[in-house]
């Protein structure tokens, strides 16, 4: 596929109170690899190639309410991960820190929590 001016996302990049523990999270989750690690900054990529995963100090960091009502603070991205079993999913990305929303807007899918607060969903 041709992209306008090469352009191509590379990483997405999430805000976190610790990026070190919160890549960890997501490396257990996504058996992802550690390509970059510093203390306010770590670097996740797919050893099969895709976007990669980033992680960086935001001070002071203010946690995502899922649902967000009237000033709170909102999510700002979430990601979308296509599972194969979702209750099978949800089970691994509870065991690796995920918590599970009170709020589920659809049957087949699973907003999950990350340690830090964001959300993302579990999909078939």
């Given amino acids: 596929m041709t992209r306008p001016n090469g ?16 890549a960890r999270f997501y490396q257990r989750l996504l058996k992802m690899e550690v ?3 510093a ?4 670097l996740l990529r797919d050893p099969a190639g895709g976007v990669g995963l980033a992680f960086q100090t935001e001070s002071p960091y203010a946690r995502p309410n899922w649902p967000a009502g009237p000033g709170e603070q909102q999510m700002m991205a979430h990601l979308e991960i296509r599972v194969d079993d979702l209750e099978s999913a949800v089970g691994h ?3 690796c820190g995920a918590s599970v929303a009170d709020f ?6 699973r907003v999950c929590l990350d340690p830090a607060g964001h959300p993302f969903c579990l999909y078939l």
Avoid at 7 to 22: G, Q, Y
Avoid at 39 to 42: A, C, E, F, I, R
Avoid at 104 to 109: A, E, S
């Fill in 7 to 22: 352009l191509t996302i590379t990483t997405v990049n999430l805000s976190a109170p610790d990026p070190v523990a919160l």
């Fill in 35 to 37: 390509v970059e690690e």
């Fill in 39 to 42: 203390p306010d900054w770590v």
């Fill in 93 to 95: 990305a509870t065991a």
């Fill in 104 to 109: 589920q807007p659809q049957d087949d899918v």
